[in-house]
């Protein structure tokens, strides 16, 4: 599977990095994406987005390494998976930073930016 991270996501770990509480964030993301790449689909499936129907839209949690909190209280990432192989890291933010926790819909513009740019 081919791992692509959007430039969304790009400026969401480099949100992150800006703070202390966070700097392990890439050592945490890989643990996912590793799996991701043998194909694992890990995390819940997104149901009911407005999305192209030859994709499936996941979240899955990630424990932040930098603090000793558990999962729930960590890192969601949004990913999508197009059929022909290809996983998009769409966006990653932190349980507890309520203002950026995107809503359906804003996840619905991402993933639609991101195809248009695909093209």
Do not use: C, W
Request: glycine residues 4%.
């Amino acid at each position: 599977m081919d791992i692509i991270a959007t430039k969304y996501f790009k400026a969401d770990i480099k949100f992150y990095l800006k703070k202390k509480k966070f700097s392990k964030i890439n050592d945490d993301i890989d643990t996912i994406t590793n799996e991701l790449e043998q194909g694992n689909l890990v995390g819940d499936r997104l149901e009911g987005l407005d999305v192209p129907e030859n994709i499936a839209v996941y979240k899955v949690r990630i424990a932040n390494s930098s603090t000793n909190v558990g999962k729930s209280h960590s890192f969601r990432l949004i990913y999508y998976v197009v059929i022909e192989g290809k996983i998009y890291l769409v966006s990653i933010y932190s349980k507890k930073d309520d203002n950026r926790v995107p809503s359906d819909k804003q996840i619905e513009l991402l993933i639609k930016a991101v195809l248009q740019e695909d093209e």
